[in-house]
């Protein structure tokens, strides 16, 4: 049993109530920056599906505010709490325009950023992960980090190197950036046997 009870009917206070009665009773993480307490059951409310994006029929999820589709609705719940409802709950203290939907965003934020603040109560102060690959002595302090370090500086026999235009050549995925390419391609394709037990170890 976490702090909370798991389901946020432990604290007995107003957020308690808030929660419950919001969510409909559905899991929710818990609100207290103290406890966390993260469930894996995902509850997209019912007013943000009907508002902000439809399912296709190709099972994918197409918002109605711009042209981004998703296979997944969780990945488009995220898209439009970040770019369109912009409703972040957790708020970086020191950076302002660090702004996150998720609880473990935030605190993974504040161990790499200000772990001073959370010394104690913060699960992810002080992780750091290692790279695998033999003589590589490189660490990270998330493991998405570790895996584009991997990606970027050990795996250019087999995944292409990036350009504004490339598309993942398995799901013809496009990407913003160069750090969103590398960890989707060594997460994602199919990787030569002498290199996939590296990954899987440092997933």
């Known amino acids: 049993m976490s702090q909370c009870g798991g389901y946020a009917i432990g604290h007995d206070t107003a957020w308690e109530k808030k929660l419950t009665v919001q969510q409909n009773s559905m899991p929710v993480p818990c609100a207290f920056l103290t406890c966390y ?58 950076c302002p325009d660090k702004k996150f939907v998720q609880k473990s965003a935030y605190l993974q934020h504040m161990a790499v950023s200000h772990p001073e603040d959370q010394a104690d109560s913060n699960p992810y102060v002080g992780v750091s992960f290692s790279c695998k690959h033999p003589g590589c002595e490189q660490s990270a302090k998330t493991k998405a980090n570790i895996l584009v370090h991997f990606a970027r500086t050990h795996c250019k026999d087999w995944i292409p190197a990036y350009s504004k235009d490339i598309q993942c050549k398995c799901c013809s995925k496009s990407f913003g950036s160069s750090t969103a390419y590398f960890y989707h391609a060594v997460t994602s394709m199919q990787a030569p046997d002498n290199f996939a037990n590296l990954i899987t170890a440092m997933k």
């Open 37 to 94: 307490f993260i469930p894996t059951t995902s509850y997209i409310p019912p007013k943000m599906a009907e508002t902000y994006y439809t399912k296709l029929e190709t099972g994918e999820f197409q918002c109605k505010c711009c042209d981004k589709r998703t296979k997944h609705q969780n990945t488009m719940y995220y898209h439009v709490q970040t770019k369109h409802v912009q409703d972040f709950k957790f708020v970086c203290d020191h």
